[in-house]
């Protein structure tokens, strides 16, 4: 199984400033075929679903703000929040669905 | 719009079997993969498998193969999720999502059933 790593596992920002989260896979999520990085990021708040905002590793899912960003490649990826909103506190998890599906141990922001 | 509207939460005793439901509505059903994903109690996510809604076949994660069956029916536009065996540890929310094609990643959750096993 491809084991997906997060760093920190949280965080806390002040508000309108930049939070950054990290994930490493334990192998790469390249698919050769399509060039595109089989990698994604959730939002989950309490007592909700996850929400998706990033796939691909860097697309942005439709309806998500443009302060949501993704990037990486092979092994290493990173969630970017440009601007930390207080809508925005909430756990993220990266996915891997290169190979069945893992998701990391997630990583809670917080406002400072 | 797109909906995946799952039961309720049960509990149950050690021992005993679970069966959730996933009903879909929104898009053509049969076209898309149903996963299962859940998620204990202040943990992280644990992918259970998938049953693809058009012709019901199944892949099942190690974890959970052998002890979990998916199925569907598609005059109902509904997917299900049965658990056997239940023991303490397999208290969690438990929620189905929709992958909209090969290699995507899933669009549409279900807002999450609470299976509760305990003595």
């Known amino acids: 199984d491809i084991v997906m790593t997060q760093s920190p596992d949280s965080l806390a920002v002040s508000l309108g400033e930049r939070a950054t989260i990290n994930c490493k896979s334990s192998q790469s999520v390249l698919y050769s075929s399509t060039n595109r990085n089989n990698l994604a990021w959730y939002q989950q708040k309490p007592g909700l679903p996850p929400k998706l905002l990033i796939y691909w590793a860097s697309t942005r899912e439709s309806g998500v703000p443009d302060r949501f960003s993704g990037s990486g490649s092979g092994t290493d990826f990173s969630l970017t929040i440009s601007s930390l909103q207080a809508e925005d506190v909430a756990v993220y998890y990266c996915q891997q669905y290169f190979t069945a599906q893992t998701f990391g141990q997630g990583t809670k922001v917080e406002i400072k | 719009q797109v909906q995946l509207v799952q039961s309720g939460a049960e509990v149950k005793k050690p021992g005993a079997s679970v069966r959730v439901s996933c009903k879909a509505s929104?898009?053509?059903?049969?076209?898309?993969?149903i996963h299962w994903v859940r998620q204990a109690p202040g943990q992280s996510l644990e992918w259970m498998g998938w049953v693809s809604a058009g012709n019901g076949d199944t892949l099942y994660s190690q974890n959970f193969q052998g002890r979990v069956t998916f199925t569907r029916d598609t005059s109902a536009s509904t997917a299900y999720m049965e658990m056997s065996s239940l023991r303490s540890e397999d208290t969690a929310v438990y929620f189905c999502a929709r992958e909209p094609g090969d290699h995507y990643p899933f669009d549409y959750w279900g807002q999450g059933t609470l299976v509760t096993v305990s003595s």
């Open positions: 929104g898009y053509t059903f049969t076209t898309y993969l």
